[in-house]
């Protein structure tokens, strides 16, 4: 089994479409499901729009049509369907599944976290979701040890903890591609990026820069951490957060965007910030930061 932090692929067609497809429509699933396969979402979305047009509560097409939303990057829309869905069919665990993987890629961990609870409570037997239900708590405690550090960053013991935890976060190697996932992973690394940050950890903050980071104005690498270094223990309390970040994948490569509040007791801001990560050795790590008002 995965030992990762990350969360598990969308389940597809082939799996809980198939679950809940009857004979009878089963050509109208078939046509929807190739499609998305094919990842012609737009032309997915408007076939699950004309079935839906006559039998608004066919599930099937209902889920596909979440599928659908979720290709063309229409998160909002996406979740609102799943959940109602969800609502409509409670013992179908993979509903609650993609959910998740919604709600992680959001940077909701809290409501990812419902929703695999959901998973395994419609079916207990459902293994997928037990795995990445424990997953989810790995991340929701490496957050609360974040915290506990901000408020005791010289606690040896937690910080103790916090290596053990991520190094089993890291066991594994490279994980399993699927995009959502990837996603989810990149905005989990944003935020604790921004985490690391806000408790002044200069060593756990600059670690999140790769080693082929290009500063910006071309200084050079040791006078830029020394600069970030120094401004960060320099402020007393930092707190720094972000609006939901937008991402693109391009194999191995990221980008986020998102909006920035920083704030701290000699100043604050708020920024539009792009964030370009590359994954190396199963981390995710910055490569090029900008910054405009």
Known sequence: MRKSAGFGKLITVTMAAAALCAPVFAVEVSDVSALLRAKRYDTALARADEHLAAKPDDPRIRFLKGLALTGLGR????????????????????????????????????????ALE????????????????????????????????????????????QALLQSAMNYGGERAAGVPKQEAEVVAA???WAQAWSARDVPAYLAFYGRDFQPPGDIPRAAWEA????RLKEASVIHVALKTPQVSLDGSRATATFEQSYRSDRSSSTVQKTLV???????WKIVREDSRK
């Open 118 to 161: 959901g998973a395994v409570k419609a079916n207990p037997g459902y293994a997928r979701g037990h795995e990445n239900l424990a997953d989810m708590y790995l991340q929701l405690a490496a957050q609360s040890y974040a915290a506990m550090l901000k408020l005791e960053p010289n606690n040896a013991e937690v910080r103790a903890r």
């Open 227 to 230: 600069e970030r270094g120094a």
């Open 277 to 283: 990560l590359e994954k190396h050795d199963g981390a």
């Open 190 to 192: 944003v935020h604790a």
């Open 75 to 114: 998160r909002d829309e996406a979740i609102a369907l799943l959940t109602a869905l969800s609502a409509d069919y409670p013992a179908m665990p993979e509903l609650y599944n993609n959910l998740a993987v919604l709600h992680a890629a959001a940077g909701q961990p809290d409501k990812a976290r419902a």
